[in-house]
């Protein structure tokens, strides 16, 4: 069965520091992964995803992952953090023909000034 | 520019009463899906549609059914409503394997 871990469910940053959110994901054949946002009392929006091709994805807002197979990982990196960067954050794959997503259980970003 | 439309926002319902979540989405996706949220689960599968006329479990389906009433819009009912269904829950749609849009979501309290 396919699903997602991430490590921490609250990460702490300083303003302009780098932010690392970890996604690691079990599959049997390769998966499509995404990272998406929620910000309070709002719905998810896309921050990136990866099909195929370049293992290293850009997103929006300064956001990328890189997909490594070899560590089944697709960790979330910013390099410099901002404030209205604060939300929870949401690691998802999908692996079969319905693309149904499965999401982990999220990482709320904390930044501090 | 309107996506994904759930509604109603905000419910509360008593133990045992039913209620129906309706979702409509303008971009002309053939897959439909309903999700729960819950603090420290992430988002759960309820039911999804890959298609117009086709619908499937997902991974906590019970308490629940649903409705593809046609490509736009995807309906979830709850038939008697339990505590355990306090959540917040979210439609959604996409096409193929493409990216999945989410809607606002609609926050359900059960008393």
């Known amino acids: 069965a396919q699903s997602v871990t991430q490590l921490g469910s609250h990460v702490s940053v300083s303003e302009g520091a780098l932010v690392l959110l970890r996604c690691n994901y079990s599959?049997?054949?390769?998966?499509?992964l995404f990272w998406y946002v929620q910000y309070p009392n709002q719905g998810l929006q896309l921050l990136l995803k990866?099909?195929?091709?370049?293992?290293l994805v850009k997103g929006i807002n300064g956001f990328e992952a890189e997909f490594k197979k070899s560590e089944t990982s697709f960790h979330l990196t910013k390099p410099s953090a901002h404030m209205s960067d604060a939300a929870e954050y949401f690691c998802?794959?999908?692996?079969?023909?319905?693309?149904?997503?499965?999401f982990g259980s999220g990482t709320r970003l904390l930044v501090r000034p | 520019n309107a996506g994904v439309t759930q509604t109603p926002k905000f419910q509360v319902l008593k133990t045992g009463q039913s209620m129906t979540l309706q979702c409509a989405q303008d971009?002309?996706?053939?897959?439909m899906y309903w999700y729960r949220q819950d603090p420290g689960m992430g988002l759960r599968l309820i039911y999804y549609?890959?298609?117009?006329?086709?619908?499937d479990k997902g991974e906590v389906p019970n308490g629940y059914n649903v409705s593809r009433l046609n490509k736009r819009e995807f309906s979830l009912r709850l038939e008697s409503a339990a505590p355990s269904q306090t959540s917040v829950y979210f439609c959604?749609?996409?096409?193929?394997?493409?990216?999945?849009?989410f809607g606002e979501g609609s926050w359900l309290t059960v008393v």
């Open positions: 959604a749609s996409s096409v193929g394997g493409n990216t999945i849009y």
């Open positions: 599959s049997s054949v390769p998966p499509y």
């Open positions: 990866y099909t195929t091709g370049a293992t």
């Open positions: 998802a794959v999908t692996m079969d023909s319905s693309y149904k997503l499965i």
């Open positions: 971009m002309n996706h053939n897959s």
């Open positions: 549609s890959a298609s117009e006329g086709t619908t």
